[in-house]
């Protein structure tokens, strides 16, 4: 049976209605800007609820029984920051590098490379190619808010990924990578530098997807000098940490819960940053509540 078929099956869409959000799907998206840490802006891309609800069913239905890199820890259940940095914690060296405008450099010319081989029909992969990607001025592109993105960009990325594992794994270097942050480190000295002109070398030579480094968030460090990865910090004892200038703002946001001062909205946030706090330094949780009494911690974790 075709993707189309079950698609008709499962979701409460008639034929006709399939073939007009097939055709306008590219253009269902709500776009607006937010700003970036750098001060520049990052274009947002939501798709309507009626294409929302298909890119869910084909996640769930299609794209998760294609496989996903472990290197890639990003978007996936069960794995979190803590899981990106754990692999170079005990490590001397840290290479950081990051692709530029990742999402949309991911085209619909990359799924239809990537499912070539695969047993579907070209009916189903042109649906696919509609229902995944966005319409912009360069064509059709992932689209950061999109709900399929972020498991359709692991699933494309799977062979670079493997690539770029298997140079690292020959010398002995840990590779992870968090959406388009790639992490390497080792103990050897003077080995990232290959690593790097290596990682450059591989996407100059892969024509799908066509992804470049952007070369002003590169960042070499090591153990002396301190390393972070993906906003976690390593200390030189090999911990995993929230970093102190986070634990500084977490301590005053907890003195003004105390005072009354936050709203509903600032208290949901600082609760959902405790419950990232448990599951990365939860040590920490326990000095805070000697600071602020066992109650206060209470009534902002569940089960502490």
């Known amino acids: 049976m075709s993707l189309r078929s079950k698609i008709l099956i499962d979701l409460p869409f008639t034929e006709r209605e399939l ?169 050897k000295p003077h080995v990232l530098r290959g690593c790097h002109q290596f990682v450059t070398r591989v996407l100059a030579e892969t024509a799908s997807p066509k992804l470049r480094l952007n070369a002003e968030k590169t960042v070499e460090t090591s153990k002396k000098r301190g390393r972070r990865v993906t906003g976690l910090s390593i200390s030189t004892e090999s911990k995993i940490s929230i970093g102190r200038d986070k634990k500084r703002d977490l301590r005053v946001l907890v003195h003004r819960f105390t005072k009354g001062e936050l709203n509903a909205n600032e208290i949901q946030k600082l609760r959902g940053y405790f419950a990232f706090l448990r599951s990365v330094e939860p040590e920490h949780l326990d000095r805070l509540a000697k600071s602020f009494g066992v109650e206060v911690l209470l009534a902002l974790t569940e089960g502490f």
């Open 19 to 187: 073939n007009l959000l097939i055709i306008s799907a590219p253009r269902r998206y709500k776009e607006y800007w937010i700003p970036k840490r750098n001060g520049r802006q990052r274009l947002i891309a939501q798709p309507t609820p009626e294409v929302k609800l298909l890119q869910r069913w084909l996640v769930q239905n299609y794209l998760s029984g294609f496989p996903v890199h472990a290197a890639a820890t990003a978007y996936r259940q069960g794995i979190g920051l803590k899981d990106n940095v754990l692999p170079h914690m005990r490590n001397r060296y840290l290479l950081k590098l990051d692709f530029e405008d990742f999402f949309p450099s991911l085209k619909s010319s990359d799924l239809l490379n990537f499912l070539k081989d695969a047993s579907i029909d070209q009916v189903d992969i042109n649906m696919l190619a509609q229902l995944l990607f966005r319409k912009s001025e360069l064509g059709l592109e992932l689209a950061v808010g999109a709900p399929s993105s972020p498991h359709l960009s692991n699933i494309l990325m799977y062979e670079l990924d493997d690539r770029i594992n298997g140079f690292c794994t020959e010398n002995d270097i840990a590779y992870t990578r968090y959406a388009d942050d790639l992490t390497f480190s080792t103990s």
